[in-house]
């Protein structure tokens, strides 16, 4: 029996999580879940080794040796099969005092570090493969070079520039990241909208925006890869709806199958960015043309599971199980 853990890193309530590792639990793999934001320094212990001589040395093969203590369970650092890096929370930025701000910067760097450079790990995905993959200018960019079929698309600052590309065609406007945003102190989201050049002002000079021609669709696919397995699911809005996470109660969902060009063009997307998982959601048109919208390195998928009949949580579990062969 193979007792190399896989490790999950994600945040203490998370169902997505939840379902991989029962799944995990039920085919007897080790598993060691912890929140790096959260748990460390305490109570997760670190102890990671490198360098020439000595038994470290032999059984990391080079690699970092060395453990990861959680609770009554602990990792060896030279023989982890996989890590899941799901949902964490942000480790703290050390924005108070001169010495809380140096300490948070090591314990990011620290613990960080090393879980990114473990020796004959598979990672679903690389924590840092994730963070690049996230910048959607390079989504784009990637995604016009692969082939997609991309909307055309601006970022600016300058009030001229989008007055006139708006006024050119059908526009909508989304955010250039997706995070955490508050009204009256109340979560929020900042959901894809439209926008007509006259509503265009001088707060555009204050950031940088996106807009992009408005795809007309007739309804969505989100296409979930794991490894090199593709699930897509046909995603149903109401008619006149620009962006469907707004109206979940009002979504119908089937599974459709991926053309079979596309499938391998969203396997080389995730392999230009070094990633073994990416959301991606297309905008689907009356000609059964797919427009590549955005790409989510690290998307929820769980609820496509019952509503689409997508076996995405096996598919993660496979991927985690077998992990990488060690050196």
Excluded at 64 to 92: I, N
Aim: proline share 8%; aromatic share 8%.
């Amino acid at each position: 029996m193979d007792g190399r853990p896989v490790l999950v890193c994600t945040e203490s309530e998370d169902a997505t999580a939840d379902l991989v590792i029962t799944e995990l639990n039920r085919r007897r793999v080790p598993v060691i879940r912890f929140d790096p934001g959260r748990d460390f320094p305490a109570p997760v212990v670190l102890a990671a080794r490198i360098g020439a001589g000595g038994a470290a040395r032999a059984e990391s093969g080079g690699g970092w040796a060395g453990r990861l203590t959680f609770g009554k369970r602990t990792a060896d650092l030279s023989a982890v099969r996989a890590l899941y890096h799901r949902r964490p929370t942000p480790c703290p930025t050390g924005s108070g005092e001169r010495t809380a701000r140096f300490v948070a910067q090591e314990n990011r760097r620290g613990l960080g570090g090393v879980l990114g450079a473990l020796p004959g790990c598979l990672y679903l995905s690389h924590p840092q493969a994730i963070a690049r993959a996230e910048y959607k200018p390079a989504q784009l960019d990637a995604a016009a070079r692969l082939g997609f079929t991309v909307p055309a698309t601006l970022i600016t600052n300058d009030p001229e520039e989008a007055e006139r590309f708006c006024a050119e065609r059908p526009t909508i406007y989304k955010p250039l990241h997706a995070g955490a945003y508050e009204v009256d102190g109340e979560p929020a989201g900042i959901w894809a909208a439209p926008v007509e050049a006259d509503e265009i002002d001088g707060a555009v000079g204050h950031s940088a925006h996106l807009f992009q021609a408005l795809v007309p669709k007739v309804a969505d696919v989100r296409a979930v890869v794991v490894g090199e397995q593709v699930f897509s699911a046909r995603i149903t809005a109401p008619p006149g709806v620009v962006d469907w996470r707004a109206e979940y109660r009002n979504l119908t969902y089937e599974p459709v199958a991926c053309p079979e060009d596309m499938c391998g063009a969203l396997v080389r997307f995730l392999a230009d960015f070094g990633l073994n998982f990416g959301a991606f959601d297309f905008a689907v048109t009356a000609d059964g043309a797919w427009w590549f919208l955005e790409c989510n390195p690290n998307g929820q998928w769980a609820w496509l599971e019952d509503t689409a009949g997508l076996p995405i949580t096996h598919a993660i579990a496979d991927l985690l199980e077998n992990g990488m062969s060690p050196a």
